[in-house]
T-cell receptor, first 117, second 108 residues
């Protein structure tokens, strides 16, 4: 069984640029969530995708956007990068959280460390 | 507002010691997970425990949902147990809300 994978591992960008981060969900999981973890803090929820549609969003501006593909992989796009966007970006996959299921354990990928200069 | 509070923020242990980490949460939960974050940032699943007690080797966890707290026990600690431990809660809103974490340092 393949776990959650993310790419790239590290990324350095400058202010104002755009970035795309990628995530492949664990086998059998159709729900993907993205989190941002600033240094010294706990992860913060960005948004979640289920069946290629956004299923919830945290307190992040619209320049944070995402996609989910038919194979359940996902992308996180950030436009107009700011210095405060420097963080570890974590992707998590889980079995369906919609439709009455009760088991919804989330499994995380290794993360992408983004540095904005 | 909805909150997840972890204590203590920092814990220094001598190898072989036992410890208890606590997570308090402010509302009823659909899911509660404990994670260990290694130095490279990977969140390792320790327990999925919305209620009850579970054990996995030297680690065990108990969640008392009616009293809104969860405990993580580490017994006979080893240097490899060092790292940050997070409690994360799903307040029936599909996302995980994380506590600030407990940083554990185990000294040889």
């Amino acid at each position: 069984e393949t776990g959650v994978t993310q790419s790239p591992t590290h990324l350095i960008k400058t202010r104002g640029q755009q970035v795309t981060l990628r995530c492949s969900s664990q086998s059998g999981h159709n729900t993907v969530s993205w989190y941002q973890q600033a240094l010294g803090q706990g992860p913060q929820f960005i948004f979640q995708y289920y069946r290629e549609e956004e299923n919830g969003r945290g307190n992040f501006p619209p320049r944070f956007s995402g996609l989910q593909f038919p194979n359940y992989s996902s992308e996180l796009n950030v436009n107009a990068l700011e210095l405060d966007d420097s963080a570890l970006y974590l992707c998590a996959s889980s079995p369906s959280l919609v439709g009455g299921g009760t088991y919804n354990e989330q499994f995380f990928g290794p993360g992408t460390r983004l540095t904005v200069l | 507002g909805i909150q997840v509070e972890q204590s203590p923020p920092d814990l220094i242990l001598q190898e072989g010691a036992n410890s208890t980490l606590r997570c308090n949460f402010s509302d009823s939960v659909n899911n509660l997970q404990w994670f260990h974050q290694n130095p490279w940032g990977q969140l390792i699943n320790l327990f999925y425990i919305p209620s009850g007690t579970k054990q996995n080797g030297r680690l065990s966890a108990t969640t008392v949902a009616t009293e809104r707290y969860s405990l993580l026990y580490i017994s006979s600690s080893q240097t490899t147990d060092s790292g940050v431990y997070f409690c994360a809660v799903d307040f029936n809103d599909y996302k995980l809300s994380f506590g600030a974490g407990t940083t554990v340092t185990v000294r040889a």
